[in-house]
């Protein structure tokens, strides 16, 4: 009896281990910066994505992979996301994932690859230095908590903008497109 006591003891001790590791390696304990600002235009050079917004990943490398060929920037990467998860279907999600570049490519894009150019906007803008894996739990709370007690609301899908400083370290930028309200603003995209 004594033994399983302290088998029992042991799994839980390795448990709470890995979720404290795991919490901390995430970001969980990391703090959000929020303000408000103006931000671009910015160009996008991008895929379409549609299904789990985590499998945009896969879009992202494959356009992060045609710039690094064509001596394109990536340093910023990008995430948009178009619909709501808590109202859409996880099959059905939309998402665009590419790269932020300095100007469009002047050459032929391959296919299904597209450009596009968001305009000057405000946005609700949101610094992370954790994992934008944790980003829906621990970003998008704060945010909407941020834009209910200032009066704004979301005005059109969420942009993620993904800078890698090193294999442990990395900043995710979102942007909130805002616009003032009256009303409590509904919960954000993504």
Known sequence: ???????????????????????????????????????????????????AYHKVVGVIEEVEAWAKQKNIDCSESFGEYLDNPNVTEENRLRSRGGCVVKEFPTTALPEGFLT???????????????????????VYPKVENYMKEHRLAIDGPVLEIYVIHSEKAMTTTYLFPAVETDAVPGPAVR
């Open 1 to 51: 009896m004594k033994l399983l006591r302290s088998f029992l003891i042991a799994i839980v001790l390795v448990v709470l281990t890995i979720t404290v590791y795991l919490a901390q390696y995430l970001g969980a304990f990391k703090s959000v910066d929020i303000s408000e600002a103006e931000k671009g235009p910015l160009k996008l050079l991008y895929k379409e994505h549609t299904g």
């Open 116 to 138: 596009r150019e968001i305009p000057v906007r405000k946005y609700v803008v949101a610094l992370f230095d954790g994992s934008p894996g944790i980003g829906p739990l621990k």
